[in-house]
C-alpha cells in the first residue's frame, strides 16, 4: 500500500517563483520527514527535514510546512532558480523499523529561465 | 563530494542472470544500506550491513543477498534476475546503523536493465 502520496508528478515554475511540492501520510507514527533531492545520474541529497514537534523549518530559500492534524507536510522553494531543477522526494521514516525510510514516488521541477 | 562510490555505472543483464554490484563506503562509515529505486519511483530499501552483518531488510525475496568487507565495502548480489529488477539500486552510507539523515550518504547508483 501507498504509505506515502507526494504530488505533483512533475511541476514547472519561472525562475524567481515558488515552487510547491506536497506529501501526505497515513501513519501517525511516522516520527521524521525528510526531503531528499536528486540530480540526473546522481544519488539521492538531504535537503532539509522536521519531526513532527514543529510546524516549520526554514534553511535560506528551502521550507518545510508541516501539518499534524491534516498529516501532510510540504516543501517550499522561494526564488526558485534553473539550478534547483532536479526531482524531489519527501520521505517518512518509522521509528520501529530500523529507522528505514518510506519514500514518495518524486516530483520532477524544472524551473524556467 | 560524498566519497560513495559504486560500480559498474550500468549494467545488462538476461533474466535468469545473476548480478553483483559493488559500493565503496565513505572514509569512516561501517554502515552500508542497499536501495532499488524503479523507473519514476522512489528508493525502496533493499537492507542494511553493520560490520559485516545483515542490520535490517526490507520487503525483497532472498535471491536478493549482500556481503560488506572488513573494510566496509559491499556487495549486492541478485540471483534469477527478472525484469522486474530493472532499476537503479542505490548505495547509501553512515557513520552508524541508526544515522541522523544529515549523516548518510547516497552513491551516485547503479542501473541495472534485465532483458
Known amino acids: 500500500q501507498q504509505q506515502v502520496k507526494q504530488s505533483p508528478q512533475s511541476l514547472i515554475v519561472q525562475k524567481g517563483g515558488i515552487s510547491i511540492i506536497n506529501c501526505a501520510y497515513e501513519?501517525?507514527?511516522?516520527?521524521?520527514f525528510p526531503w531528499y533531492q536528486q540530480f540526473p545520474g546522481k544519488g539521492p541529497a538531504l535537503l532539509i527535514a522536521i519531526r513532527p514537534d514543529v510546524s516549520e523549518k526554514k534553511e535560506g530559500r528551502f521550507t518545510i510546512s508541516f501539518n499534524k492534524s491534516a498529516k501532510q507536510f510540504s516543501l517550499h522553494i522561494m526564488d526558485s532558480q534553473p539550478g534547483d531543477s532536479a526531482t524531489y522526494f519527501c520521505?517518512?521514516?518509522?521509528?520501529?523499523?530500523?529507522?528505514?525510510?518510506?519514500w514518495g514516488a518524486g516530483t520532477k521541477l524544472i524551473i524556467k529561465p | 563530494e560524498t566519497g560513495v562510490t559504486q560500480s559498474p555505472t550500468h549494467l545488462i543483464k538476461t533474466r535468469g542472470q545473476q548480478v553483483t554490484l559493488r559500493c565503496s563506503s565513505q572514509s569512516g562509515h561501517n554502515t552500508v544500506s542497499w536501495y532499488q529505486q524503479a523507473l519514476g519511483q522512489g528508493p525502496q530499501f533493499i537492507f542494511q550491513?553493520?560490520?559485516?552483518?545483515?542490520?535490517g531488510r526490507g520487503n525483497f525475496p532472498p535471491r536478493f543477498s549482500g556481503l560488506q568487507f572488513p573494510n566496509y565495502s559491499s556487495e549486492l548480489n541478485v540471483n534469477a534476475l527478472e525484469l522486474d529488477d530493472s532499476a537503479l539500486y542505490l548505495c547509501?552510507?553512515?557513520?552508524?546503523?541508526?544515522?541522523?539523515?544529515?549523516?548518510?550518504?547516497f552513491g551516485p547508483g547503479t542501473r541495472l536493465t534485465v532483458t
Open positions: 547509501a552510507s553512515s557513520p552508524t546503523p541508526r544515522p541522523t539523515y544529515y549523516e548518510q550518504y
Open positions: 550491513y553493520y560490520r559485516e552483518e545483515e542490520n
Open positions: 501513519n501517525t507514527a511516522f516520527d521524521y
Open positions: 520521505a517518512v521514516r518509522k521509528p520501529d523499523s530500523n529507522y528505514q525510510l518510506i
